[in-house]
């Protein structure tokens, strides 16, 4: 018998451990799950350098041009942001991968929009990305996550051209989106 | 919760019953006797249910299970037993819904480490088990696991009711329980699983969240863990003489 008691108790401290180090029924966060579009601006003289925007203001626009939401950004004037994509269907109705279209406000001098100067005002240029995710499980904590890819030529480019841009070149660096790791599109102003 | 509060307790009984019941064992051996006294035992199959599976089958919603086990005694000490079941368990995070059902069996031997007295036959029991199942996985909803999904207030879940078929797993257990002769031939026990996962067929693009006998897996390893509550009758055979001296050298 005595030989046994300290194996006896050994499994069951060892069970308890085992079972109250378990912790992952939390989503870690280092954990890469659904990913942002991560962007740079550059500096349209010297593509290689960032070139911060002052004071951007960046606004979620839906079809009829109405906002959606405002996001947060670190800094005022940032030279990389973050865009949120929105999640939708793999596929549509027909069984077809499903095209996702959403529209972004890039407004530079946002905070002189309101002054009556209209020689020292705000200029507003609109960011469309063209898109279709897939879903890839993660884990049990995490779920599923989704990825995305970026239409070829049209994925992400400056609509509505008037003489008051401060976008000059949109580029698509990486299609395909997967992490936040590197920058998938590049606004050169 | 109330389940983890269950198997807590559990713990502590079975704990408490191994000291007591070794503190017992020493005054035995302090005060030998050399009494040549025989007593019969009796061999036989030994066949029972899990309580604890049917209670939590009312209890809990989302978990239906039935488990009969047996063993049979070969020698003193030595028994073969084993577990056939039947599992079925949905579960649900945040971000998942998932329906795991199938069935299982275990085989292998409990080794008692029991020195009773007199004519007593209980055991505290080490055993080895190697568990297999089949089984299948459905998921019955996920939602994408977005960080920005407040940003267009809108999370993107999804009920594809896809179901993967022909599952199996593979996995050893290291079992410790006991076993106690409530009235003549009936027995209670109490026990606690270790489980190893040796294989198992994971869904493409999914993971088995649940395996039927093996209970949940986890993200950081193999291992599994499992309590059992059983009820259990003796159908004696044969018997057979103790000699109480031999035990207590």
């Known amino acids: 018998m005595k030989r046994f008691r300290y194996p006896i108790i050994t499994f069951f401290i060892l069970t308890i451990i085992v079972w109250s180090c378990e912790r992952d029924d939390i989503c870690a966060e280092a954990t890469q799950t659904t990913p942002a579009l991560f962007i740079e601006f550059r500096d349209i003289s010297n593509p290689d350098d960032?070139?911060?925007?002052?004071?951007?203001?960046?606004?979620?626009?839906?079809?009829?041009?109405?906002?959606?939401?405002?996001?947060?950004?670190?800094?005022?004037?940032?030279?990389?942001?973050?865009?949120?994509?929105?999640?939708a269907p793999e596929l549509d109705e027909n069984g077809e991968v499903n095209i996702i279209t959403i529209r972004y406000i890039l407004e530079k001098n946002s905070?002189?929009?309101?002054?009556?100067?209209?020689?020292?005002?705000?200029?507003?240029?609109i960011l469309e990305l063209t898109y279709s995710n897939e879903f890839v499980y993660v884990s049990r904590a995490c779920g599923f996550k989704s990825i995305f890819r970026l239409e070829?030529?049209?994925?992400?480019?400056?609509?509505?051209?008037?003489?008051?841009?401060?976008?000059?070149?949109?580029?698509?660096?990486?299609?395909?989106?997967?992490?936040e790791d590197e920058a998938k599109v590049l606004i050169l102003h | 919760m109330k389940l983890k509060f269950l198997y807590c307790t559990s713990i502590f009984i079975l704990l408490l019953f191994s000291v007591s019941v070794n503190a017992q064992n020493?005054?035995?051996?302090?005060?030998?006797?050399?009494?040549?006294?025989?007593?019969?035992?009796?061999?036989?199959?030994?066949?029972?249910?899990?309580?604890?599976?049917?209670i939590r089958s009312v209890v809990d919603e989302d978990y239906t299970g039935f488990e009969i086990n047996g063993d049979y005694r070969i020698s003193k000490d030595l028994y073969i037993a084993g577990e056939l079941g039947t599992e079925e368990r949905t579960t649900t995070t945040d971000f998942l819904d998932v329906t795991t059902t199938g069935s299982y069996f275990k085989a292998g031997v409990d080794l008692n480490t029991y020195t009773n007295w007199l004519d007593m036959q209980n055991l505290i029991f080490i055993g080895g088990r190697v568990g297999a199942s089949t089984f299948s996985q459905t998921i019955n909803e996920f939602t994408i696991y977005d960080t920005n999904r407040e940003f267009f207030n809108q999370p993107y879940s999804e009920t594809p009711d896809q179901e993967f078929n022909g599952l199996s797993a593979i996995w050893t257990e290291l079992i410790v329980g006991i076993k106690a002769e409530l009235f003549n031939n009936l027995y209670m026990g109490l026990n606690m699983q270790l489980k190893f996962m040796i294989t198992q067929d994971q869904p493409s693009g999914f993971e088995n969240l649940f395996v039927p006998g093996f209970n949940r897996t986890y993200d950081s390893g193999r291992i599994g863990v499992g309590v059992g509550y059983n009820i259990s009758y003796l159908i004696p055979i044969y018997k057979k003489d103790k000699k109480v001296i031999v035990d207590n050298l």
């Open chain 1, 50 to 87: 960032l070139k911060s925007v002052r004071e951007l203001r960046v606004i979620a626009i839906d079809e009829d041009d109405n906002p959606i939401d405002t996001l947060a950004l670190e800094s005022a004037s940032p030279n990389a942001i973050s865009l949120p994509l929105l999640v």
């Open chain 1, 111 to 125: 905070d002189l929009a309101d002054n009556d100067n209209d020689t020292n005002d705000s200029t507003i240029d």
């Open chain 1, 152 to 179: 070829p030529v049209i994925g992400a480019r400056k609509i509505e051209d008037d003489n008051d841009d401060w976008i000059i070149n949109v580029s698509i660096e990486n299609e395909l989106i997967e992490n």
């Open chain 2, 26 to 54: 020493e005054n035995e051996t302090n005060e030998t006797t050399r009494d040549t006294l025989k007593y019969q035992q009796k061999y036989g199959l030994r066949v029972g249910g899990d309580l604890g599976r049917i």
